[in-house]
């Protein structure tokens, strides 16, 4: 097992694609992943910092869920759904059920597509926050400090706005984060198959055939074999 060899003390910045794109469990400790050589990270010396520290520092602007409308005419902005601060979990409530007590999590890199003929929007994955458990934040161990990090997780969840009601519906995929998929029988439909949870993907709407696309992206397949 890989060895830390930055002289102490040390503070190592960590971008979250470094971390999340191994897709990585949702609890795990930093410092095994250093050892595995998942992290990346860019030595610098600190003085403030005491000896044999070793600080693991997550920059963020912070994720987000407000949900925006601007009239081109009006030249004005209609805050529609979601937050006011960053970093939110995921209000899933029950799945196919419209409510406004339930929202998405803040996310970045999903997919968005509008339906016209229902006046409704889709948003599906991403990296962000499901129903519990992420956080975006300072993890520090030392020789007495075995605390966990919770790191942001790729989604899986497909949502519909509807922007005649103000309504979200949580329609399919996991309230959890780093879901693999379940592809089923190529060409047959079925109420166990999903996609596995990606970022950086494709979705659009056929509102003529009542059917969305999904396509690639990077996240989990079937197969946990490899890079996911």
């Not at 790191?151 to 519906?169: H, K, P, Y």
Request: glycine letters at 10%.
């Amino acid at each position: 097992m890989g060895q830390w060899e930055y002289p102490p003390p040390t503070i190592i910045r960590v971008v979250a694609e470094t971390i999340t794109s191994q897709s990585i469990p949702v609890e795990t400790n930093c410092i095994y992943l250093a050892e595995q050589g998942l992290l990346k990270p860019e030595p610098k010396v600190s003085p403030e910092l005491p000896s044999q520290t070793i600080q693991i520092i997550f920059t963020f602007l912070g994720s987000l869920n407000d949900l925006w409308m601007y009239d081109i005419l009006s030249s004005e902005w209609t805050w529609l759904s979601g937050n006011t601060t960053a970093n939110v979990n995921g209000v899933y409530g029950v799945q196919r059920n419209s409510s406004r007590s339930v929202y998405p999590g803040s996310r970045y890199d999903h997919q968005i597509s509008f339906d016209a003929s229902r006046n409704c929007l889709y948003v599906f994955g991403g990296w962000g926050y499901p129903q519990s458990g992420s956080t975006e934040g300072l993890f520090q161990s030392s020789p007495a400090d075995t605390h966990l990090m919770v790191v942001i997780v790729v989604l899986n969840d497909l949502w519909r706005f509807n922007l005649s009601s103000s309504e979200w519906t949580w329609l399919s995929g996991s309230s959890v984060g780093g879901v693999l998929g379940r592809y089923g029988t190529q060409g047959v439909s079925s109420p166990t198959n999903y996609p596995g949870a990606r970022r950086d993907h494709t979705l659009v709407v056929d509102s003529s055939s009542n059917r969305l696309y999904l396509f690639g992206g990077h996240g989990r397949a079937q197969s946990t074999t490899g890079v996911s």
